[in-house]
């Protein structure tokens, strides 16, 4: 099939018989074609505000441009941003490389997610973004869980960031915590936007794609949000859904197992 490489080796033996040994490399080739398009992609991503930086340094160090105080400032600002931008980035990359070595061993400590999920709520909302104020809870009765409460808690903030950045100005974002069946906690995050169109829903989750690069970056977004969410929800055994209706809005859903003893 279409990628797919074989190796052969043929070897003589001594009663005159042939033995052909086949390897199928097609799949570490998936592999390793998929880590060469990982570092070349993060290598990208670190690279751009790193020439912005260098850029307005040079500029600043020229007496000529960097003699107006006012310009010195707006330069020092865009300076501080990418300088940001790549801490964040930075940032991201240990993380999702964190959670991928911690996947073999399940999350052990026994937690509430509501409350967890409040916490995170009110650390948005002190945020300053004046969107967060607009979070709706509902929450319904304890939801216990085993889980690594860190892990846990930036998959909140990524989940429910995201429909706070990308949810139309002065829409609500809804948060509630519901069950399905009786074995699992559901948590159903909402937002009202322009939605995402089907052929991009299937993808969300690959490190650094985005809809729509310009604006993600502009609302300081690193293309690895929705990646490191399904890393936490696969080490939590849990399920990730992402809905979507354009012209309405997005629905992100998590299910992770209740402890039921
Ligand atoms: P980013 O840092 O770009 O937000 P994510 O991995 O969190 O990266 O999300 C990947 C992409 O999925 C985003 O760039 C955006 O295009 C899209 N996306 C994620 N959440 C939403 C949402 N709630 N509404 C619309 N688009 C979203």
Avoid at 23 to 47: K, Q, W, Y
Avoid at 97 to 115: D, M, V
Avoid at 132 to 141: F, K, N, S
Wanted: charged fraction near 25%.
């Amino acid at each position: 099939g279409p990628g797919a490489r074989w190796e052969m080796r043929t070897m003589l033996l001594e009663d005159g018989s042939c033995l052909v040994a086949l390897t199928d490399h097609s799949g570490r080739d998936a592999i390793e074609r998929m880590r060469a398009d990982f570092v070349a992609n993060a290598s990208h991503e670190l690279r751009t505000p790193l020439a912005a930086i260098l850029g307005f340094v040079e500029t600043l160090s020229d007496p000529a441009a960097g003699g107006d105080a006012e310009v010195r400032q707006r330069f020092l600002g865009v300076i501080d941003k990418e300088a940001r931008r790549m801490q964040q980035l930075v940032e991201d990359l240990l993380s999702m490389s964190r959670i991928e070595a911690s996947k073999s061993q399940a999350p052990t400590e026994r937690l509430e997610w509501g409350a967890l999920i409040r916490q995170v709520v009110a650390e948005l909302t002190a945020a300053g973004d004046k969107r967060a104020a607009d979070v709706r809870m509902e929450l319904g009765p304890a939801a216990p869980i085993l889980a690594d409460p860190a892990q846990m808690s930036q998959l909140l903030h990524n989940i429910i960031g995201n429909a706070m950045k990308y949810g139309r100005a002065g829409t609500p974002v809804t948060v509630r915590l519901g069950f399905v069946g009786g074995q699992m906690a559901e948590l159903a995050v909402s937002d009202e936007s322009e939605g995402i169109a089907p052929e991009h829903l299937p993808r969300l989750t690959e490190r650094f794609y985005r809809v729509d690069s310009a604006r993600s970056r502009s609302l300081g977004g690193t293309g690895l949000g929705l990646a490191i969410v399904k890393h936490v929800v696969e080490r939590h055994r849990g399920r990730l859904d992402i809905d979507s209706v354009v012209g309405v809005g997005t629905t992100v859903k998590v299910r992770l197992p209740l402890i039921t003893d």
